[in-house]
């Protein structure tokens, strides 16, 4: 099983930045794509961005594109999530996944959840 820490939320203000990063133990593998979604307070959990298993191929929902990087450290089993130019609309609970897949379209966490970070931006 695999066990997942997110860090790095926090409170910002609009413009601001934040990096997150989640260290994934146990019995992981670099095979996988890695990914974050989100969940904002009344809403369902949501796709952030993903990166394949070697880095090289990212993706990143239409709402975050351009403003946020996802990037792996395969050597340290984490990922992460540079975020720029942060917008109140971003404020939410940031989960990371260690086998993110496509299903019909979309992007799924079909591995562990960490218990997630928070972030707030503020207007």
């Known amino acids: 099983q695999v066990q997942l820490v997110e860090s790095g939320g926090g409170s910002v203000q609009a413009g601001g930045s934040l990096r997150l990063s989640c260290a994934a133990s146990?019995?992981?593998?670099?095979?996988?794509?890695m990914g974050w979604f989100r969940q904002a307070p009344g809403k369902e959990r949501r796709f952030v961005a993903a990166v394949s298993w070697n880095g090289g191929s990212t993706y990143y929902a239409d709402s975050v594109e351009g403003r946020f990087t996802i990037s792996r450290d395969n050597a340290k089993d984490t990922v992460y999530l540079q975020m720029n130019s942060l917008q109140p609309e971003d404020t939410a609970v940031y989960y990371c996944?260690?086998?993110?897949?496509?299903?019909?379209?979309?992007?799924?966490?079909?591995?562990?959840w960490g218990k997630g970070t928070l972030v707030t931006v503020s207007s």
């Open positions: 996944n260690v086998d993110v897949r496509t299903v019909l379209g979309d992007y799924v966490g079909a591995g562990s």
């Open positions: 146990g019995r992981t593998s670099p095979s996988y794509a």
